[in-house]
């Protein structure tokens, strides 16, 4: 079975924290992103990564920068959270060669900017 | 632009009954998956049904079945006999311009009551 990690299933970090969400797959995806869910807007995509050391801003990046040293890890930083940031981080993976959009996902990180 | 809209915010039903979900979209694409996925409380989100816009047959899985209407741009998700272990948060979700990259819709709660 695909695994997908996130290294913290609850973070409270205080305005102005460098925050890091860490997230590793065990499958050997090339495909990497970062998902953000708020109530009534679902899922919007920061970032996406399709190999290593590369990367796509998705709808939302602003605030948010990413980093893929080795392929089954992908790592999301906030520079300095603001409350605004307060929210639940999805991670996920998929295969390029499969080429159906479908993703796996970790079991989120709830982050609590205070 | 694809967009990916769900309409019912909530929905409920009795075990052992039938519920739609519904969801409508746009997109410029001629061929494309469309995916329902689904997120149990406190869990990860999972694949529920996967439909590929160039059949024609409605995807089934189990209990799970889609009614795919193409030209009108429609997926709605049909859960028969109804279990506890089906109420979540259910997404609707559609890749981004033939990308690996996934739209997702606002989501919809469903409660299932004994």
């Known amino acids: 079975d695909v695994k997908v990690t996130q290294s913290s299933r609850y973070l409270v970090k205080r305005t102005g924290e460098k925050v890091f969400l860490e997230c590793v797959q065990d499958m050997d995806h090339e495909n990497m992103f970062w998902y953000r869910q708020d109530p009534g807007l679902g899922l919007r995509l920061i970032y996406f990564?399709?190999?290593?050391?590369?990367?796509e801003k998705g709808d939302i990046p602003e605030g948010y920068s990413v980093s893929r040293e080795k392929k089954e890890r992908f790592s999301l930083i906030l520079e300095s959270a603001s409350t605004n940031q307060t929210s639940m981080y999805l991670c996920?993976?998929?295969?390029?060669?499969?080429?159906?959009?479908?993703?796996?996902f970790g079991e989120g990180s709830r982050l609590t900017v205070l | 632009a694809q967009t990916v809209t769900q309409s019912q915010p909530e929905m409920s039903v009795q075990e052992a009954e039938t519920v739609t979900l519904s969801c409508t979209y746009d997109?410029?694409?001629?061929?494309?998956?469309l995916f329902w996925y689904k997120q149990p409380p406190s869990r990860q989100m999972i694949l529920v049904i996967r439909q590929e816009a160039y059949k024609q047959q409605n995807a089934t899985e189990n209990r799970f079945s889609v009614n795919f209407q193409k030209a009108a741009k429609s997926f709605s998700l049909k859960i028969s006999d109804s279990q506890l272990g089906d109420a979540a948060m259910y997404f609707c979700?559609?890749?981004?311009?033939?990308?690996?990259?996934?739209?997702f819709g606002t989501g919809t709660r469903l409660q299932v009551f004994p």
């Open positions: 979700a559609l890749p981004l311009g033939g990308t690996d990259k996934l739209i």
């Open positions: 990564s399709y190999d290593v050391k590369m990367k």
């Open positions: 997109t410029s694409e001629s061929d494309y998956y």
């Open positions: 996920a993976s998929s295969w390029v060669a499969e080429n159906t959009g479908e993703l796996f």
